[in-house]
Every structure is written in structure tokens, then in C-alpha cells.
């Protein structure tokens, strides 16, 4: 009897003994801390990769033809219709010291004062088309800077939005494996009779999902990687690998609203078309009190005209403040939100870590390893996604500072 107790006892030591070597083989993962780094690479096409930093890109963005001459194009069609109108303006008062010329002479007096009045009517006309046509030329400095920043806005939403197409694609990826293993874990199930095939067939039928969507998302982003590449002016057949800084534009100060609304309010382009508008029309009216009485019609038209340019201009004086407001609340919040989102990936992370060591000592399944998986990574897109909100975000308010808001 003792012999057989020493031998249960022996063999007891003996599993313990090989249970304890075995975690001691298991490897152990440094627990570690989750980020969204110093940058990321946006990797296009296969093969040998020609590599550029974003700097690199941005430029040849920003220089290519049709992004450039389209600014360009635009003033200096303005330059070209204030000509025109200007030779047809001055066409018009010439008619009209004609005319005046007859009419001083008593010929057809009726029917040149008839003409007058056209020709009065006119001149207001060309008068406003010529002045509404040269704003943009005059102000071309101020229009050169609000397009050139919205395009860098443009670029770089588009750069950070692939990353977090990326990221989308990896969830999707990690919740097919899941859904696989849980089909497995049913299957096992179903040899017991505890499971049936439907069970089985749903979580195929998950896996299938999350695979095309994946699929898609990969599409997603090497079409619009292409679209980058060739607003650039860049070959879309070669590979091509973009480093993007993540550290840097994490590291701009929050902007302060008072030096914000200063800028904005210095630049402000509407605003600036608005008060143009206004003495334009002051101008028109000038212009038709040339031949008009002021209980005419056409002066009237004019006045009323002039009044509600005037009421638009100061609605817009209210509304630009709240859409400015609305604009930093929004930046501000994105601003805190970015490092509240990368602190929940973390932590979910090393809740990953933590388990991935378990299941190597035998001690969590591979099941609850993966849904560990599943939730970091959703985690860790939603802190890109954040990344992407701070970005647009921040686009908006350095467009605003550059003189350009959109209600």
C-alpha cells in the first residue's frame, strides 16, 4: 500500500514536472505599449518600390499642371473679362455721348431719349459685370493662398483616409479568422451533438463577408493610391512607397480661437466679395441716376438690390462667427480625442498580450486569443479613424485662417 502511494505521488511530480517544462519552453511577449507611431508607409504596387516622403509627394501634388493653372487660369480670366467689359463699357458711353449730342441737336428727341435710357440701362449692366469680374484678379495674392491650402487640405485627407482604409481592411482580415475559428469550435460541437450545421454555416457565411470586405477595402485603397499618384503627375505602373509623418502633425499646438477668428476675420474672402458687392451697386446706381429719376422704377430696383446685398453681408457677419465656432469645437475636440483613443488601443493591446501569454501556457483557448484580437484591433482603428477626424479638422481651421469658411 505504501509502494503504491509513493508511485501515485511520484507520478503526480512527474506530470507537475512536465506541465512546468513545458511553460517554461512556451515563449513569453514583452507586454509593450501600442501607438500609432512616429509614421506609417502607404505602399503601392508590387516589386522593387520607389520610395518618397510625403514632402516629396505633396509637392509634386501641388505642382502638378492641372492643380496649379487651374488657380492661375482663373485670374487670369478675370483679368481677360474685366478687358472685354471694359472695351464694351466704354463702347456704351461713347453711344451715349452720341446720343446726347443729337438730342442736344432736337432730332427725333423722343426716340433718342428712348435710346438714352437703354443705353443708361446697359452701361449699369457692364458697369457691374466689369467690377464683379476683376475681384479676383485684384485679390489674387489672397486667392493663390485659400486654393493652395484647401488642395493640401484635399491631399492630406486623402493620404490619412487610405491608412484608415488600411486599418479597416486588417479588422475585417482578424474578424475572418474569428469567424473561422468559431466555425471550427462548432464543428467540434456539432461531432458532440451540441451544435447544429446552421450554426456551422452562419459562421462560414461571416467569414465569407468579412473576407470580401476586406477585399474591397484593399481595392479601395489602391484606387484611390492611384488617384494621388497620378494627380501628381507620377507613373501608376511603377510601385511605390509613401512614408507619412504621424509625430509631426500630432505635434502642432492647439490653436487658439481668438488668433484663429483674427486671421479669419483679416482674410475673410466672402466677406470681402460681399462689401465689393455693395459698391458695385452703389456704383450701378450711381450710373442710372445718370438719366433715372429716384422714383423710377429702375432706381428703386437698384436701392432694393443695394439693401439686400447690405443684409446678406451682415447676416453673414453673424453666421460666420457660429460656423467658425462650430469649425474649433469640433478641432478641439478631435485635437484631445486622438490621445484618448490611442490610450483605449493600448490598453486593449496589452489585454492582447496578456492573453497571447496565457494561451501559450495552455491557460486561454485560441478562441478567446482571437476575440482579444478582434477587439485591439477594432480599437486601434477607431484611434486612426480619430487620427483622420483631427486631420480634416485641423484642414478646416487652416482654411478658415487662410480666408476661406463654407457655411
Known sequence: MLIKKLCTVFLALSLMTAAISTAAAASVVSLGNWSMGDSFNLVYGTGNSVKYTYGEIQNLYLNNYYNVQSTEMDIENSNLLYQKYSLEFDKINNDIVNIKKLIDQNKDAAEYQKQLADLTAQKSEMYSNKENSIITYNNSSVYRNIQRTAQLSLFRDDIYNMKLLYEKGLVQKTMAEYARLQGNSEEINKSKDMAFQSDIDLHNADYDYYISQQELLTQQVNTNTENVLSSSAMDTTKAVTISVPVASIRAIPLKNFSEVEKSFYLND???????????????????????????????????????????????????????????????????????????????????????LNKYNYKLATELSLKEAEVNYKIAAQEAWDSLCGYVEALGKIEKAISGNINP
Open 269 to 355: 474672402y466672402k466677406n470681402m466679395q460681399m462689401g465689393e458687392k455693395v459698391r458695385i451697386l452703389d456704383g450701378k446706381i450711381s450710373i442710372l441716376k445718370e438719366y433715372y429719376k429716384d422714383s423710377s422704377n429702375e432706381i428703386k430696383l437698384a436701392v432694393n438690390e443695394k439693401k439686400q446685398a447690405e443684409l446678406e453681408a451682415r447676416k453673414w457677419l453673424i453666421q460666420r462667427r457660429a460656423l467658425l465656432q462650430n469649425y474649433y469645437s469640433q478641432y478641439k475636440s478631435k485635437y484631445y480625442e486622438v490621445n484618448i483613443k490611442e490610450k483605449k488601443a493600448n490598453a486593449l493591446y496589452q489585454k492582447y498580450i496578456i492573453l
